[in-house]
Structure formats: C-alpha cells, structure tokens
C-alpha cells in the first residue's frame, strides 16, 4: 500500500524576497554563465581613460580652440595682449613726460657752464643743478650761487646767452665798496671763503654808480652779484643789482662730471 505521506500536487515554490511574484521575469541583472550577478559583456569603466584635450570642456577629446577670457573672441589673446602693452607704454611716457616737465618749471632745472666766470668754483663745461622752490621759501642769501635771467643793461660782448650764474655778494640796503682789494659791506671787510686765498676784487670805472668806485647803497629788493673769477667777470660791477624778479633758483649740485660731483 503506498505510502500516504506522499502528495501528487506539485509543491509550492517559494518566494524570493525582491523578485517578481505575477511571473515577470526580475528587472535586475540575471545570473552570468559562471553563477556570477553581473554580466560580463556590459562594459565597465575604462581603466585607462583617454585624457582630455586641453581646452576641451566636455573631456571628451577634440581640438581645443584659445578662447581670450576677456575678450570672448577666438584666437584674440595674443594681439589683445600687445594692445594693452601698447597703451600701457604709451600711457607711463606721457606721464613721465609731463611730470619732468612740471619739475622742470618748477622745481628744479638743469645748466651748462659756458664761460670762465665761475672759477675755480664751476669750471667751463660743468652741469649744474638749480632749485628753483627754494627761494619761494626762504630768502636769498650772502654766499648763494644764483642763476638769474640776462639783465637788460648787460653788454659785455661774446655771444649773448638767456641766463647768467653768480654769487651773491651784497643785499638789499646794504652799502658795498671795494677797498684795497677786498670787499666792505657796510664798512666792514667781507670774509669770502669761497675764493682763493688773494683773489684781489677790483673797481671798474664805468661812470655808473655800481661801479664800486665808490660805496654804493643797493636798492631796496635787489643783490649785488659778481664772479669767483674777479679779473675776467662781467658782473653787477658793470650793469648793476638784478632784481628778486629776474632770480631763476638757487645753485645746489654739480652733476657733471662726475668725478667732480659736490653740493653748493
């Protein structure tokens, strides 16, 4: 007699969790060939990948195209680069030409010795170096190598040049002579440091007041002027004081030559 545990229904398959239970087959990825869950025909990312090319937003290869950043035009880096260059350049000349000129108006000024006046203190080819502020905020003084511009009355031959240098001897209201060659102010003997020893300081008999052949009084706002070089200079001894008006600046720097380079 057969056994009576045995039953002919066919026995109920089991659920499995997550697969479909209307007979659909399951969404994901089935069973590869060797028992494996994934596919070994679906590619997978590419253990070498090709770089991208520079410039290629997308890294996907390609030639790259130069792209200026402020401009936004192809191919415009380079010439919008020399552009700027261009104008930068030209820009910093002109302001460095406006400035030399505004120091050179009013600042300071550059001169070119032409004559033995000076000397032994500024030789002939010597550049010099003029402050024209300084006396906008002091005085003038005794000692002070000026540069001035050509009085009207000056006429001592040779070419004739826009401005003079000298050393100013005398100030205004003072009375200068010259006696036993030496200069007085106000009767007494002036010490001149900067000449060499017995340089002599002569009159000149022009028949001008000035002419220290007798004591003088200088006007009110003018300096009496003369040369270090006191047997070969024209100076106030012919044609007179010069007015403030007519000082350019004060002499403070020899520049040239250079091995003769000093402050005044």
């Not at 290869?61 to 680069?81: H, I, N």
């Not at 826009?162 to 050393?167: A, F, M, W, Y």
């Amino acid at each position: 007699m057969p056994p009576t545990d045995a039953d002919d229904t066919p026995p109920e398959q089991a659920t499995v969790p997550g697969d479909a239970v209307d007979g659909t087959p399951p969404s994901g990825p089935g069973p590869g060939p060797d028992g494996g869950g994934a596919d070994p025909l679906t590619p997978g990312p590419a253990e070498n990948p090709e770089p991208a090319t520079l410039g290629d937003p997308d890294g996907a290869g390609g030639v790259a195209t130069l792209v200026d950043q402020e401009e936004g035009k192809p191919g415009t880096g380079r010439p919008a680069a020399r552009h700027r260059w261009i104008i930068e350049t030209a820009a910093i000349v002109v302001v460095a030409v406006l400035v030399a000129l505004v120091l050179r108006t009013f600042v300071v000024q550059t001169y070119f010795i032409p004559s033995g006046s000076m000397e032994p203190t500024l030789q002939i080819g010597d550049r010099i170096l003029v402050d024209k502020l300084s006396y906008h905020l002091h005085g003038v003084q005794r000692g002070d190598i000026v540069v001035f511009a050509r009085p009207k009355d000056e006429d001592c031959g040779g070419t004739p040049v826009n401005d003079l240098v000298k050393r100013v001897i005398g100030l205004p209201g003072e009375t200068i002579s010259a006696v036993d060659g030496h200069v007085d102010i106000n009767g007494k003997t002036l010490k001149e440091p900067w000449l060499p020893f017995g340089t002599p300081t002569e009159s000149v008999d022009t028949g001008e007041p000035y002419d220290l052949t007798a004591p003088y009084k200088i006007p009110p706002g003018y300096y009496y002027v003369m040369g270090d070089n006191r047997t070969e200079s024209c100076d106030s001894r012919y044609w007179g004081p010069i007015p403030k008006s007519l000082i350019v600046g004060k002499v403070v720097m020899r520049i040239w030559p250079v091995s003769s380079i000093r402050f005044f």
